[in-house]
C-alpha cells in the first residue's frame, strides 16, 4: 500500500477546510437597471448551466455586502482551483466532467447538506485523500452515480424544484427510467451519454423488497437496499476534485470497506462486481490499519454485531482477501 505524501494530504485538508468555512456561493455579481434603479443579481454555476440569482436594490447597504460576499468567494474559489489541479497532477483521482457536473449541480441545489448520501464508486474515488494512501481502482473511471437517501424529508434548497431538475443542470439529456408500477415515481434515471443515477435508501420494512420508497420531496422513489442503513450511519464531509472542489457526503471509509465484504458475499460468485467489492474492501481496510485502525475495529464490531449472517459473510470475505481480523 503506497502511503501519500504529507505535503498532498495536508493540501487536500486545506482544501476541505477552505470550503466547509464557504457560506456563501460564489458567482459573477452584475446590474441591471429596471425603471430607472439599479439592482443586483448574481450569476451561478450548476453542473452545466448558469443560475441568476436577484440580490436586490443597488443603493441597499444589505444588498451591497450580499454583492461584496459574493465576489470574495469567487475569488476564493478561483484559488481553490489551483489547488484541485496541484491535486489532480499529484496523482489524486477525479470524477470525469459529466461526473463532476452532476455532483457539482446536486451540491449545489443542498442536497449533500440535507440528507443525500454519494455511494459506490463515485464515492470511493474520494477516500485516497482521506484515508492517506493510493487506492488502486479509485483510479477506475464511473458511468454510475448512486446516491443514498438518509432522510426521506430531503429536498432541494429551491422549493418545488425534483431531482430530475437538479440533475438536468448537469446534462438537460437525464429522463427517468420508468418503473414498472407507472404509479411509482422514478429511482433511476440516464443521461443521453450513458450516466446512470440511481437513487437507494436503507431497507425498513419486508413489504420495502418489492417496492420503491417515495421520496415526496425530491418527486422520485429510492430502492430500497439491504444492508444500507450500516454504510450511511454518521456519514462524513469530503470534497471531489471537480472546479473549485465540490463539497459532498460520503460514507466513513471504515463503514465503506466492511460494507463491501458483507455485499461482496452476497454477489455471485466469480462475479465483476464481487471481485471489485472484495479488491476495495481490501485495499481501503488495509490503508485504514494504518492511518485509522480505531476505525476498522469499531465498524468491524458494528457489523459483527448485527447478527449471525452479518458475522459470516464479514469473516468468510476477510478470509477471501487473506486479512486476519
Not at 40 to 63: C, F, M, N, S
Amino acid at each position: 500500500m503506497k502511503p501519500l505524501s504529507l505535503n498532498i494530504q495536508t493540501l487536500y485538508a486545506d482544501l476541505a477546510q477552505s470550503i466547509t468555512f464557504s457560506t456563501t456561493l460564489p458567482g459573477s455579481v452584475f446590474t441591471q437597471t429596471i425603471r430607472g434603479k439599479p439592482y443586483l443579481y448574481a450569476a451561478e454555476k450548476h453542473g452545466a448551466v448558469r443560475i441568476t440569482r436577484y440580490l436586490g436594490l443597488a443603493e441597499d447597504p444589505e444588498t451591497t455586502e450580499r454583492a461584496e460576499n459574493i465576489r470574495r468567494a469567487a475569488q476564493d474559489a478561483k484559488g481553490r482551483r489551483t489547488t484541485v489541479s496541484m491535486l489532480k497532477r499529484a496523482g489524486l483521482p477525479a470524477p470525469t466532467i459529466a461526473m463532476g457536473r452532476l455532483i457539482e449541480a446536486i451540491a449545489k441545489a443542498g442536497l449533500f447538506n440535507n440528507g443525500i448520501v454519494l455511494v459506490g464508486t463515485a464515492a470511493y474515488q474520494i477516500y485516497p485523500a482521506i484515508v492517506g494512501a493510493v487506492l488502486s481502482t479509485a483510479a477506475l473511471t464511473t458511468q454510475d452515480a448512486d446516491l443514498a437517501v438518509a432522510s426521506l424529508a430531503v429536498a432541494p434548497d429551491m422549493k418545488g424544484e425534483s431531482l430530475l431538475d437538479v440533475i438536468k443542470r448537469a446534462d438537460p439529456s437525464f429522463i427517468p427510467q420508468l418503473s414498472l408500477d407507472p404509479r411509482t415515481p422514478p429511482w433511476r434515471f440516464r443521461s443521453g451519454a450513458g450516466l446512470e443515477i440511481e437513487v437507494v435508501t436503507r431497507h425498513r420494512t419486508r413489504a420495502d423488497e418489492e417496492h420503491p420508497v417515495v421520496i415526496p420531496g425530491l418527486r422520485c422513489s429510492a430502492q430500497p437496499l439491504r444492508y444500507l442503513e450500516f454504510l450511511i450511519a454518521d456519514p462524513i464531509p469530503a470534497v471531489a476534485l471537480y472546479g473549485a472542489g465540490v463539497p459532498v457526503t460520503v460514507p466513513q471509509p471504515a463503514r465503506y470497506g466492511v460494507h463491501k465484504l458483507i455485499v461482496a458475499q452476497v454477489r455471485q460468485q466469480g462475479s465483476a462486481k464481487r471481485e471489485k467489492d472484495l479488491i476495495q474492501a481490501g485495499e481501503l481496510i488495509a490503508a485504514l490499519e494504518t492511518s485509522h485502525p480505531g476505525a476498522v475495529k469499531d465498524a468491524l464490531e458494528n457489523a459483527r454485531q448485527r447478527g449471525r449472517k452479518w458475522k459470516a459473510a464479514v469473516d468468510r470475505s476477510l478470509r477471501e482477501i487473506g486479512l486476519d481480523l
